[in-house]
Nanobody, 123 residues
């Protein structure tokens, strides 16, 4: 079982930037897709972005053009660079490892999750 630890969250003003990191241990991530999800207060967790083992990237429409997902296989880490942040981006952000089957958009297809990191964007 892989353990994931997110970091990099915090409080930022609208228009600002943050970089989230996801450090993995217990499994080499290079052969797995990684995803980022978020959950705002009172809302269900939603897909944000994902990166395949081959480097292919997908984004939700709400973050496309503002967020960039990447991975560093040598460090066994994933990253989410967030720019032009908006108050509606406020949420707890989670990284997750894909189980290898099924859509990258569905959280049910991810079998390892971090504890989450809070991102708060003030207006």
């Amino acid at each position: 079982q892989v353990q994931l630890v997110e970091s990099g969250g915090g409080l930022v003003q609208a228009g600002g930037s943050l970089k989230l990191s996801c450090a993995a241990s217990g499994r080499t991530l290079s052969r797995f897709a990684m995803g980022w999800f978020r959950q705002a207060p009172g809302k269900e967790r939603e897909f944000v972005a994902a990166i395949t083992w081959g480097g292919g990237r997908i984004y939700s429409d709400s973050v496309k053009g503002r967020f960039t997902v990447s991975r560093d296989n040598a460090k066994n880490m994933g990253n989410l660079q967030m720019s032009d942040l908006k108050p509606e981006d406020t949420a707890v952000y989670y990284c997750a490892v894909h189980r290898g089957l099924g859509s990258l958009l569905e959280e049910a297809n991810f079998d390892s999750w971090g504890q989450g990191t809070q991102v708060t964007v003030s207006s």
